[in-house]
């Protein structure tokens, strides 16, 4: 079992920067993929990155490739997403997940198993 909590949400204004947490409990953390995904009014969630249970292997989509950047203390049971140079299109509510089966990480959301509750990241233009 693996309970996941996000932080680091808010208003930020376009070029602007923010830092998301992703602190989890439970032994499964170490040995599972974490990925971020986003969900803005009236859209499906969408995948925005994942990283591998090591920490050595990303994936990002493509509109936030070299924008953003995703890791993990395992010490710490935490995921992270630094996101830098926001824009108004990256407004949503941006959840992490964990998936205990493909600890290599993927893009798809029906792989993951656990689920965080979401932080409303609004970026203003």
């Known amino acids: 079992q693996v309970q996941l909590v996000e932080s680091g949400g808010g208003l930020v204004q376009a070029g602007g920067s923010l830092r998301l947490s992703c602190a989890a409990s439970?032994?499964?953390?170490?040995?599972?993929?974490m990925g971020w995904f986003r969900q803005a009014p009236g859209k499906e969630r969408e995948f925005v990155s994942a990283?591998?249970?090591?920490?050595?292997?990303?994936k990002y989509a493509d509109s936030v490739k070299g924008r953003f950047t995703i890791s993990r203390d395992n010490a710490k049971n935490t995921a992270y997403l630094q996101m830098d140079s926001l824009k108004p299109e990256d407004t949503a509510v941006y959840y992490c997940?964990?998936?205990?089966?493909?600890?290599?990480?993927?893009?798809?959301?029906?792989?993951?198993?656990?689920w965080g509750q979401g932080t409303q990241v609004t970026v203003s233009s």
């Open positions: 997940a964990a998936d205990r089966t493909r600890p290599w990480g993927t893009a798809s959301t029906v792989n993951y198993d656990y």
């Open positions: 439970g032994r499964a953390f170490s040995t599972s993929a």
């Open positions: 990283i591998n249970w090591r920490g050595d292997t990303t």
